[in-house]
Nanobody, 123 residues
């Protein structure tokens, strides 16, 4: 059973940076890609970006592609697979709960989700 746990959220000022981390554990850890989504109050959840686990190809939404970056770390310890979301030049409109998700091999879409981490950007 794959388990995801996010960390790194917080309260920052506009223009600041944050790095979110998501540790994926559980065996076997067989995922096609890992993604970040966010949901602001009163809004639908939106896709932020993703990374293919094999090869590392990344995708970022147009709203963040010039400011955010996604990377991954595949350690020897299979319980410490980590995906990062580096967020630079944060804006108040980036305020949301950020969720990490896994698209497991064999699934048709993202089927595992973390509990979310709050990011609040003050102006």
């Amino acid at each position: 059973q794959v388990r995801l746990e996010e960390s790194g959220g917080g309260l920052v000022q506009a223009g600041d940076s944050l790095r979110l981390s998501c540790v994926g554990s559980g065996r076997p850890f067989r995922v096609y890609s890992m993604g970040w989504f966010r949901q602001a109050p009163g809004k639908e959840r939106e896709f932020v970006g993703s990374i293919r686990w094999s090869g590392g190809t990344t995708y970022l939404s147009d709203s963040v592609k010039d400011r955010f970056a996604i990377s991954r770390d595949i350690p020897r310890n299979p319980d410490k697979n980590t995906v990062y979301l580096q967020m630079n030049g944060l804006k108040p409109e980036d305020t949301a709960v950020y969720y990490c998700a896994a698209h497991r091999i064999g699934a048709s879409e993202y089927d595992m989700w973390g509990q979310g981490t709050q990011v609040t950007v003050s102006s």
